[in-house]
């Protein structure tokens, strides 16, 4: 089994335009955007294209503790900020960013698809009042660019995410993958990845999309029997075997799908593929279905892997009870130090316990302080 290449992502295609603008607008010096999660009220840094200074990432917050961002978002009205130290004090992180980089002006443009906020372009500059009546022009024209590529990567993964759930509403599989469970996955994958960004060279605009998809990484157990599947008891060494096909029958599923919505050249494609097919490689060559070692499995697949032995430990299992989360923490490390599992990733779920403990406790029903 092999990794995926990535096709040009969202981030190089924000640099080339941002080449582009360059050439006619030599005053912004950065374009950045943030995208919107409704379900959780989270503006996220996304992409960015930064000619000065350093661009912030890994960066959350919620828009209702913005009121000028959520006045933006509630009336499509465009900001102008001539003078951003005399608007911005160092309150927050992203505000002592701001200041810090050296930027002196901005124009804020909300972005929507299909008349729902999807998220926001920020363009600044290091020269006061840059942003004149027609550079505003000019700019909303890059922004509907930049709204236009956005929301076609987005429809194209809610288009892969609503076809897994009609497979498996078809194959009457809903009930081994919970809806609380895939939030904990997300969410979980999410966490391990931000703290890790920097030892696997993670951008937020992967981080996002490793975010969307890890809750389909078991998408081929769609085809295992429900005997096999259901099983309420421990998997004879022959059902195990017929179990593990459940990678190749994910890898084939997402494939077809990719390949019926012409999704195979975008690049979070590759993202999607590399969390199903190698999730259960192991660093140390004992996983399968490749025995891939160490460097040769992909960075988001190791972060997935950790983050389903997790939520396999925390949750009731027919052969199981739950495992308190400090002893899941234990056997991440034990698991580890076997080679098994990336150290650093299982060091991020240490890290961040009690915010890992909050979505276990906010997304599974009957969890008490037993996970404590």
Known sequence: MKHYNVPQSMTERLNQLHDRLLVSIPSVDRIGCAIYDPKHDTLKTFVNSTRKGHAISGYEYKLSDSKSLSDLARTGVMRVIDNIE????????????????????????????????????????????AFTPELQRDLVLFANLINLTIAQDFAAIHSINASVAMARDFAHHRDFETGMHLD????????????????????????????????????????????????????????????????????????NILRNFRMTKIADSTILLNIIAHHHECLDGSGYPAGLKGDEIPSEAKIVAVADVLDALVSNRPYKGRWTLDAAIAELKKMADQGKLDSDCV????????????????????ITEEAN
């Open 184 to 255: 904990r996955m997300a969410l979980s994958s999410r966490i391990i990845a931000k703290a890790t960004a920097q030892k696997f060279g993670l951008s937020d605009e992967f981080i996002e999309h490793l975010y969307l998809y890890a809750p389909l990484h078991d998408i081929g157990k769609i085809g295992i029997p429900d005997k096999i599947l259901l099983k309420q008891e421990r998997l004879t060494p022959e059902e195990r075997e017929i179990m593990k096909t459940h990678v190749q029958i994910g890898v084939e599923i997402a494939g």
């Open 86 to 129: 005399e608007v911005f004090k160092p309150t927050n992180d992203h505000t002592a960013w701001l200041l810090e980089q050296g930027y002196l002006s901005s124009f804020t443009v909300p972005l929507y698809d299909q008349g729902e906020l999807l998220g926001f372009v920020f363009y600044d500059s290091v020269l006061p009042a």
């Open 347 to 366: 060091a991020a779920v240490e890290m961040h316990r009690d915010e890992i403990l909050g979505i276990i406790e906010k997304y599974q029903d009957g």
